[in-house]
């Protein structure tokens, strides 16, 4: 996703020109000239944007008869010039190169009238509760923020510099003034402060240590020469700083000589330790990556015996070094080239060290990984078991610039309103995001750790500015983790500073991916187009996962994706009617279905406009926003801002938490809700707790044996919704084959005649598409993996959607006979699409392992509340807490009424997948009750009704979905027979 970041800085002067756009996505640049062609009513309409899948590029878009064409231009930074992709003339400038492109008659049509939209060049005008730096300040702390300065605790001292000191020490160096007399001294002094402290205590450690071996020598009867030693002198400069750091570093250097003296003294005799009678080993030539070279050397593998040994060389057991099973902590696989494996080996109590390796293919990797991953089971390696369960707790807390309470017990063991546990669960992981977080990291986490307890570590952070995310892990899960990455998006001024935006984490637990997206996004009930716009860009400015994936975004190459933090989105109704409704639901048990159907994140999220693919829980809790500080009786509705202005802010669900995973993994969400007792915010903190499985490496029992085993995808049809009617082809990804597998691409003329679909759809079709040799053939292996595939458009080949689906479904794939497969695409965090087609698995060895049935539910109750906020009963929560993600239904995407002119333009239209309103008519009684009673529900009419969906129209033109009646307590299976219905009266 850096593509376009890359290509703005490498566009030279086009980067200024009025119709050049770094950020803007292929569907969004179709869409904004379909419609301006449209409305100016002539063609060759265009614009200039960076290109999504090339650093340096830039392609040309042109509208032409309701379709639009895409052209690649190159910009050559050695020589300053632009040409077209696939023709040899330069040119200086890309206004020369459009113009004699227009002329010639290079281009479908002559360009006409180019596109300058304001909504992707203004800046946010305002800051919330912020006040506006100059620009000097602001470039110092975007700097400050790019080098990852914003996450430590001598941060706010540097900050504070910036802020208060900086300019006049602009000033200082104009007027002449030497180098010790700048304000920026009292700085260095502040960060040298502890460390000289530290030092001192350092030293006497050393010495410490030193004279113990040396005294102990010299009673051996061995000299006493060492280094004098380290003078401890106060730290009263910098300069005296460097010198206690350069004694210390002698000190080492001297007390590591007189140890290993003084062991080697002790046992001149030692024997090597190697036993005579090894069991049969498995040996494997190798390359040790060491710095910048690679050494030949071998690892072999003993099962039976329980021990790995590994040396440079030729295969040598002798010379080897011997490690135990119990010593090979981790084996970490490279994602971007299948032949490299990292190994951590332990080397002393609480030490380890990595050595990596490149094997001379990727099967004998996997050949490798297998074995040792047999030796640890065989010798009792719990650790090594296929599937293990993770219970994961995820938080979100905007503290409103305000210290949080001393105790946070209640928000970590999930106490307070909506769906909870009856019993405080043990979790193994906590991902933690906090927004306008004020205390200093540290002594944050310290506080969590009273909490959580000191047996978990911090394995990443990341940092915004205020926006803040820490991972701990339970310490027994630690060399389960690998692939550990950290990533900030600014979405805030100019799309720049950090003030709003998000911090994200990504890693791997066992070979199961998951990701964690911690954003604060723009404020305002208005700015619903400015929040969309900030997710989107979130997902284009995050540099997580592998590289070589880089046209998949995070939601799309993680297995588990958790999205949470200060959301914003507000409920679009009047103050007076949500105060009203909160009073009824508080004092007579009313509903707050009404408000969760006002609520701009469940509408913008039906449209498709965000978190495309997302699913969250039944929310049963009260609005977590704005809440007077000190109380949680009362909200505090009005907001004054800067310049004296009074603002709304409607009690909303702002704090989220949402989750996507792939089709074939397991995860379960067993709470979800908001604490009563933190009142230190005008938010309150929002806990959800999940319990998932990860997996280890897969052992086969082929034993390195070769397979026939093959994967054919076939009769595959792409619909997505673009106006361009370019050449498409398909690219499949996995970790489960080597490299990438690419489709024939399917050209105009012999592309089958397709279905009927709108204009500013394509559709292409293919009868063979690719055969996959997996590196594993067991269908028990299989079944846990999942394939990625891509749609490209061959003129420019960028991505215009992603998607994922598993191999097998629950009744798994015969040999013999074709199983279909279907997954919805999407790209730049819009829905841009679905695949369809067949996929059969040839020679596979083994059975179904059974893995992924459903498990037994364990108690859940919705406690801490009045009843009226558990909207659901104990049934309909033990479903919902199960089901999988549903695909949301996308009828079209459109700017919402609420939005502002420049949160234009809206988004292309979808294809509805709803049954035609017009057949079903024909087929649905007038009457509601009448027809619910054909379907043997007449016991929901009155449900139905006094919840306002007394119309039947409304369900036949699909302005009700299923998850409105899950919302007002209508069960999943009564809610499925509706819907059902719906669906066989279209077909009649």
């Avoid at 010593?327 to 109590?349: A, C, H, M, N």
């Amino acid at each position: 996703m850096a593509a376009a970041a890359d290509a703005t800085a490498t566009a030279g002067a086009a980067a200024s020109l009025p119709y050049f756009y770094s950020s803007m996505s292929r569907s969004i640049a179709e869409h904004l000239l379909v419609s301006t062609c449209e409305s100016l009513g002539f063609e060759g309409c265009y614009l200039v944007r960076a290109s999504e899948t090339r650093a340096g590029a830039m392609v040309l878009s042109v509208g032409f008869q309701g379709r639009v064409h895409h052209y690649r231009v190159i910009y050559s930074i050695e020589t300053g010039t632009y040409k077209m992709e696939g023709h040899v003339e330069d040119f200086a400038s890309l206004p020369d190169l459009l113009q004699s492109a227009s002329d010639t008659g290079k281009l479908v049509t002559a360009l006409a009238y180019p596109i300058v939209d304001d909504a992707y060049e203004e800046e946010e005008a305002e800051q919330d509760a912020e006040e506006q730096l100059c620009p000097d300040v602001e470039l110092l702390l975007q700097t400050m923020e790019r080098r990852g300065g914003s996450g430590h605790e001598f941060s706010n001292a540097v900050q504070k510099y910036l802020k208060e000191d900086a300019e006049a020490d602009v000033e200082n160096c104009r007027n002449g003034k030497l180098p010790h007399e700048m304000r920026i001294n009292h700085l260095f002094l502040e960060a040298a402060k502890s460390l000289a402290a530290e030092l001192d205590v350092f030293q006497r450690r050393l010495l410490l240590i030193r004279g113990i071996f040396q005294d102990a020598g010299m009673a051996k009867g061995l000299d006493s020469s060492s280094e004098s030693p380290a003078e401890l002198s106060a730290a009263t400069s910098v300069e005296a700083v460097q010198h206690k750091l350069a004694a210390g570093a002698a000190l080492i250097a001297d007390a590591t000589f007189q140890t290993t003296r003084y062991f080697k003294a002790a046992a001149p005799g030692a024997s090597s330790g190697v036993k005579s009678d090894v069991p049969r080993e498995v040996s494997f030539e190798v390359k040790r990556i060491e710095l910048v070279k690679k050494v030949t050397g071998f690892l072999l593998v003993d099962v039976s015996g329980g021990q790995l040994r590994v040396g440079d060389g030729e295969v040598d057991r002798l010379s080897a070094r011997m490690f135990e099973h119990g010593e090979v902590l981790q084996l970490i696989k490279s994602r971007s080239d299948k032949t490299k494996l990292g190994i951590k080996f332990e080397t002393g109590p609480g030490k380890w060290e990595r050595k990596n390796y490149v094997f001379p293919d990727a099967r004998q990797r996997e050949y490798f990984a297998q074995l040792v991953q047999r030796m640890k089971i065989t010798h009792g390696d719990r650790d090594a078991e296929l599937e293990s369960k993770l219970r994961v707790f995820i938080g979100t807390f905007n503290m409103g610039d305000e210290l949080p309470p001393d105790s946070v017990s209640s928000w970590f063991n999930c106490l307070g309103m909506g769906q909870v546990t009856r019993d405080i669960v043990a979790y193994d992981l906590y991902a933690i995001g906090t927004q306008e977080q004020k205390m200093k990291e540290e002594d944050w986490h310290d506080r969590i750790r009273k909490v959580i307890g000191h047996e978990f570590e911090v394995v990443a952070k990341a940092s915004l500015q205020q926006i803040k995310l820490v991972v701990f892990v339970r310490q027994s899960l630690l060399n389960r983790i690998s692939h550990v990455q950290t990533s900030t998006a600014a979405t805030g001024i100019a799309n720049t500073l950090g003030n709003k935006g998000a911090a994200a984490v990504s890693m791997y637990i066992g070979t199961t991916s998951v990701c964690f997206i911690n954003c604060h996004l723009a404020a305002s009930v208005e700015k619903i187009g400015k929040r969309n716009e900030n997710y989107r860009l979130i997902l284009q400015k995050l540099q997580l996962g592998d590289k070589k994936l880089s046209m998949f975004d995070a939601t799309n190459q993680f297995h588990h994706v958790f999205w949470f933090g200060d959301l914003n989105y507000r409920v679009n109704l009047p103050i007076h009617t949500v105060l009203a409704e909160l009073q009824n639901v508080e004092k007579q048990g009313g509903s707050l279905a009404h408000m969760h159907r006002a609520d701009q994140l469940r509408q913008q999220r039906k449209k498709g406009d965000v978190l495309y693919g997302f699913h969250e829980e039944e929310i049963t809790f009260k609005p977590t926003y704005r809440f007077k500080k000190g109380t949680r009786k009362e909200y505090a509705y009005h907001k004054k801002k800067m310049g004296g202005v009074t603002k709304l802010n409607v009690p909303s669900w702002c704090d989220r938490v949402l989750y996507r995973s792939f089709p074939n993994k397991h995860i379960k969400q067993i709470t979800y809700g908001c604490t009563t007792d933190i009142v230190t915010s005008d938010h309150s903190p929002v806990f959800a707790g999940f319990e998932m499985h990860f997996s280890n490496q897969y052992v086969s029992g082929l034993q390195g044996e070769d397979h026939k085993c093959q994967i054919m995808i076939t009769d595959v049809t792409a619909t997505i919704y673009t106006p361009s009617k370019s050449n498409l082809y398909l690219e499949f990804y996995s970790a489960f084959f080597e490299g990438k597998k690419r489709s024939p691409t399917v050209v105009n003329e012999e592309r089958k005649p397709a279905t009927e679909c709108p204009p500013d759809t394509t559709q292409q079709h293919w009868d063979f598409v690719a055969s996959i040799r997996p590196l594993i053939p067991d269908q028990e292996y299989l079944e846990s993996e999942a394939l990625m595939v891509v749609v490209r458009s061959e003129d420019t080949n960028e991505a215009l959607g992603e998607g994922r689906f598993a191999l097998f479904g629950v009744d798994g794939i015969s040999a013999d006979t074709p199983k279909h497969f279907s997954t919805e695409l999407s790209h730049g965090g819009l829905h841009t699409g679905f695949l369809a087609g067949k996929i059969r698995i040839k020679d596979a060895v083994g059975n179904s392992s059974g893995l992924y049935a459903e498990e037994e539910e364990e108690d859940v109750a919705v406690d801490g509340a009045p009843t009226a906020y558990a909207a659901v009963n104990r049934d309909h929560f033990q479903a919902s807490v199960t089901r999988r993600p549903r695909a949301e239904v996308v009828q079209s995407v459109r700017v919402s009424s609420g939005a502002s002119a420049k949160d234009k333009p809206s988004l292309p239209p979808k294809v509805s997948r709803r049954p035609d309103s017009t057949t079903v008519q024909e087929n649905v009684p007038a009457d509601i009750e009448t027809w619910l009673d054909g379907m043997g529900l007449a016991h929901l009419a009155t449900k139905l009704i006094s919840d306002g969906y007394d119309d039947i129209d409304s369900f036949v033109k699909g302005d009700v979905e299923e998850s409105d009646l899950l919302d007002i307590g209508i069960s999943e299976e009564d809610t499925a027979l509706i819907f059902n219905c719906l669906s066989r009266e279209s077909h009649t």
